[in-house]
């Protein structure tokens, strides 16, 4: 670090713990007054609510009307003009304007809101009336000081740029960020549309456990913890799959949850170790059946949370409206990555060669199907931008799939990319127990030869298989990814309330 950064650096913490002290001496003053953080306001009106009522009456009709609020939010910007002042704030639906004047609020509590600072919650009583340039605004009879905004909020203009305080320091964020703020009521309209269309489509949504005595669902490693009172080692839930299934067992024929999961791995720009993802499986259905209903839940869901099916991503623009596209994986390598021919995409020899070639990780227990979907990783995952299943995976690599009746070397499988990345995952169920049983001692073979990702065998699973399990599909869609493409998220991050970091070194600061 150069010598001036440094010195404007400390200088910033000097000035910030100045502006602090100062902010702390207002709140003692308050303090000694018996009146710092009153409980005792209620607040009967919302921005928001009075622009949709009365943002199209006149100035006239206002001041005939006189219309009394009483309302409350964030003091953002404050102009101080003599014997009147202006102030901007902000509540959870948007912002409006404080009219505050000695005449109408009495020269001690004018006083005393001179003193305000940015940040602070400020509540009013008043009317509404519209000023001098149109702007409808509160004529403040009375103003109070809810609660003290002791830390200075960084520059409005220059606003939090430093993109690591966001993630850590959410709260600032929100402040100051309109951008983060509407991502965030994206994200949550999107995921009450994803509940109603599937209660429309008569699912049951269902809670299943997050502490599971045996981790499986999928090929991820889990996080591990201990129950005392049973002592006994527990694994946070990397899917719900094989619970959703069992109640299907038990009759709930259309089940869906909207979960959290834990995978111990990496973190990268679309993988956080703990993320949201939606599940559901219906019986009678088909992993064809599956592409179709989720083809048309995504471009439901994308209408109604942000008004269209053609989301500006990145740069790209995404097309949810056109039918979906469907290639086997050796399709997608043919079409993204063309000069490879059929014999060498069916030669294990050609193809761990080839990998190699490429520098990618050798997998010396697998075999053709596998080979297979390492180089269509490698080689065209990444094309895959407009929406596209990629069907009928390798049984090898899909241990909860039903083989195809054709060809039992494939699944009924498929999953789903846009953008370049998997969004979702679905198959046929495998109902049959001595089959699946069969599976999971191949995941365990798999594990025991140091596959870290590989399954459990899951005995009472089994055991669910043996009542009956209906013909059946599922599917699980990556939620937060699909948020991500909603609201042109270039990493996972940003859709996240609350991402996981490594601990801070040293103090965080903002750009003010």
């Known amino acids: 670090m150069s010598e001036e950064i440094q010195v404007s650096e400390q200088a910033t ?36 609510d009075l622009r949709a009522q009365y943002g199209e009456m006149s100035a006239e009709d206002l001041e005939a009307a006189q219309p009394k609020v009483a309302v409350s939010g964030r003091l953002m910007l404050k102009r101080i003009m003599g014997k009147a002042s202006f102030a901007t704030v902000r509540d959870f639906t948007g912002e409006m304007q404080y009219f505050v004047s000695k005449q109408e609020i009495g ?52 606003g939090l740029v ?26 949550s309209k999107a995921i009450a549309e994803v509940r109603n269309f599937m209660l429309e489509h008569r699912f049951l949504e269902v809670e299943t456990p997050m502490l599971h005595p045996i981790p499986g669902g999928a090929n991820a490693r889990p996080f591990i913890t201990h129950h005392n009172a049973l ?70 869901v994308a209408q109604k949370a942000v008004g269209t099916g053609k989301l500006n991503y990145q740069g790209q623009v995404i097309d949810l409206d056109k039918p979906f596209d469907k290639l086997t994986p050796v399709e997608a390598i043919k079409k993204y990555a063309p ?48 929406p596209t299943f990629i069907i009928d995976y390798p049984t090898e690599i899909s241990p909860l799939a039903r083989a195809s009746d054709e060809n039992a070397q494939i699944t009924e499988r498929f999953e789903l990319f846009i953008g370049g ?14 089959d699946q049983a069969a599976r999971f001692q191949a995941q365990a073979d798999a594990k025991t030869n140091g596959d870290d990702e590989a399954m459990y065998f899951d005995a009472d699973y ?22 991500m493409l909603l609201t042109d998220a270039p990493t996972i991050r940003d859709v996240l309330l609350f991402p996981h970091m490594r601990p801070e070194n040293g103090q965080c600061t903002t750009n003010d």
């Open 13 to 48: 913490v000097a000035e910030e713990n100045r502006l602090i002290q100062e902010r702390r001496q207002k709140l003692q003053a308050l303090r000694d007054a018996g009146v710092a953080y009153p409980n005792d306001f209620e607040r009967k009106d919302l921005f928001g």
């Open 231 to 300: 002592d006994m080692d527990m694994y946070l839930r990397i899917a719900p799959e094989l619970y959703l299934k069992r109640l299907v067992v038990g009759g709930l024929e259309r089940v869906f949850e909207i979960n959290r999961n834990f995978r111990n791995e990496g973190v990268s720009v679309r993988h956080n170790p703990e993320f949201t993802m939606m599940e559901f499986y219906a019986t009678y259905w088909t992993y064809r059946d599956q592409m179709d209903f989720t083809e048309n839940l995504l471009r439901t």
């Open 107 to 158: 020269e001690e509590a004018y006083a005393h809101f001179k003193t305000f600072d940015l940040g602070d919650i400020v509540a009013a009583e008043g009317t509404l009336f519209r000023t001098r340039t149109g702007e409808l605004s509160v004529r403040a009879t009375t103003i109070r000081l809810m609660a003290k905004n002791i830390r200075p909020l960084p520059d409005k203009h220059k």
């Open 421 to 434: 990345r998997e969004l979702g995952n679905g198959f046929s169920e495998l109902n049959d127990p001595d």
């Open 162 to 187: 430093d993109t690591e305080m966001c993630y850590r320091q959410r709260y600032v964020d929100l402040i100051m960020n309109e951008e983060s703020r509407n991502r965030f009521l994206t994200r």
């Open 339 to 386: 000069g490879y021919t059929d014999e060498q995409l069916n030669d294990e020899t050609f193809l761990r060669a080839e990998l190699k070639r490429l520098g990618e990780e050798q997998l010396p227990h697998v075999g053709l199907g596998a080979l297979q979907m390492a180089l269509f990783e490698e080689t065209a995952e990444h094309h895959l931008i407009q």
């Open 462 to 483: 089994i055991r669910a298989l043996e009542y009956g399990l209906p013909p059946t599909a599922g599917c699980g869609i990556g939620i937060d990814r699909f948020i």
